[in-house]
T-cell receptor, first 114, second 110 residues
Framework: GAGVSQSPSNKVTEKGKDVELRCDPI?????LYWYRQSLGQGLEFLIY????????KSGLPSDRFSAERTGGSVSTLTIQRTQQEDSAVYLC????????????FGPGTRLLVL | GQQVMQIPQYQHVQEGEDFTTYCNSS?????IQWYKQRPGGHPVFLIQ?????EVKKQKRLTFQFGEAKKNSSLHITATQTTDVGTYFC??????????FGKGTTLSVSS
């Protein structure tokens, strides 16, 4: 596609529910990243996929967070048993081949946990 | 681990004044990237600096990479209201996790 797309754009859920956030990277990009941005804060790295390599999960804040990337393209970030502190904007980005390159960000998913 | 400090956290200027944000790393970098995030938007890539002492310009924006490749600055000359947003530096060092600075949020009053 022309850019990175994410869905849904907004998600409101109740505490304790599971949510799935989707990211479609730019076609041909092998590297994909998930970040979390709380209101007025910086970008918190969550997870990084590079081709067929094992993902770098070092940024995931707890075992309630997981992510998959199927077929080297679309990625899903899953948050289980959501908590109010999970409320944030979840940004996905992709780059052509490696973490050293320019990252192209999607519009983000705004998650609100009530 | 690698540390990054970006200062100031916030800056308010009058339109026409200059603005500078600084990004400092505790370790030597392979390269550094700068991104801009408009209010309500997502980060957008501005530039990448690779060489020691490198200086690049984009219209009113001047980017510098320190001689020791541990720090960088972004300077905006004669700010305009369109410059409003948060400016992030992103550090690249081989073998480390992806690190963004906390950003400098610029507000401009006309």
């Amino acid at each position: 596609g022309a850019g990175v797309s994410q869905s849904p754009s907004n998600k409101v859920t109740e505490k304790g529910k599971d949510v799935e956030l989707r990211c479609d990277p730019i076609s041909g990009h092998t590297a994909l990243y998930w970040y979390r941005q709380s209101l007025g804060q910086g970008l918190e790295f969550l997870i990084y996929f590079q081709g067929n390599s094992a993902p770098d999960k070092s940024g995931l804040p707890s075992d309630r967070f997981s992510a998959e990337r199927t077929g080297g393209s679309v990625s899903t970030l899953t948050i289980q048993r959501t908590q109010q502190e999970d409320s944030a904007v979840y940004l996905c980005a992709s780059s052509y081949a490696s973490a050293q390159e320019t990252q192209y960000f999607g519009p983000g998913t705004r998650l609100l946990v009530l | 681990g690698q540390q990054v400090m970006q200062i100031p956290q916030y800056q308010h200027v009058q339109e026409g004044e200059d603005f500078t944000t600084y990004c400092n790393s505790s370790t030597t970098l392979s390269n550094i990237q700068w991104y801009k995030q408009r209010p309500g938007g997502h980060p957008v890539f501005l530039i990448q600096l690779v060489k020691s002492g490198e200086v690049k310009k984009q219209k009113r924006l001047t980017f510098q990479f320190g001689e020791a490749k541990k720090n960088s600055s972004l300077h905006i000359t004669a700010t305009q209201t369109t410059d409003v947003g948060t400016y992030f530096c992103r550090l690249n060092q081989a073998g480390t996790a992806l690190i963004f600075g906390k950003g400098t949020t610029l507000s401009v009053s006309s």
